[in-house]
């Protein structure tokens, strides 16, 4: 190795021209930057969205809804996704963690049962909260709805 065949490391360089080094780069004076104003000085910072003084998108878009802070977020599982988990595994009792195994719900989702499809098995099923119809099929079949 030798000073004359040294070379960059391969993609670390990424212009061909170094930008304000002078008349010899073709870009000297000044730098790209065109002329005065506030773009040409060093340190300018626009202001996220700024468009100009001309009312930004942000604020031109309507908007609408209503975002109530204080909504609680439930994960709805079926009755036929209990009587399948139960007959797949037998299982007799049916929590959140088991849930959590099978793959329907992570560890901070809240579970909801509702009432949709048909419940053969006596189950014993543990959730956040339960649909009334959900709640008299599993006590109908013997099982219990435990509220977490």
């Known amino acids: 190795m030798e000073l004359h065949n040294l070379k960059p490391a391969e ?4 212009n061909s ?3 304000g080094r002078g008349y010899g780069s073709g870009k000297g004076r000044t730098s790209t930057r065109g002329h005065k104003g506030a773009k040409a000085r060093s340190g300018y910072k626009k202001k996220i969205g700024f468009e100009g003084g001309q009312m930004p998108l942000q604020r031109r878009v309507p908007k ?3 975002q109530n802070i ?3 977020e439930y994960k709805a599982i079926n009755l036929d996704v209990i009587q399948k988990l ?3 595994k037998k ?4 929590g959140i963690e088991e849930l959590i195994e099978a793959g329907f719900i992570n560890k901070h989702q809240l579970v909801k049962i509702l009432g949709n499809g048909e419940l053969t098995a006596k189950v014993n099923v543990e959730a956040h909260a339960f649909s009334k119809k ?8 013997g099982g219990n709805a435990v509220k977490l």
């Open 11 to 14: 993609g670390s360089t990424h």
């Open 64 to 66: 609408f809804g209503f």
């Open 91 to 94: 299982l007799e009792k049916i």
């Open 86 to 88: 139960a007959e797949t």
């Open 70 to 72: 204080n909504r609680v």
């Open 134 to 141: 959900a709640e008299s099929m599993i006590t109908e079949k």
């Open 17 to 19: 021209k170094r930008v």
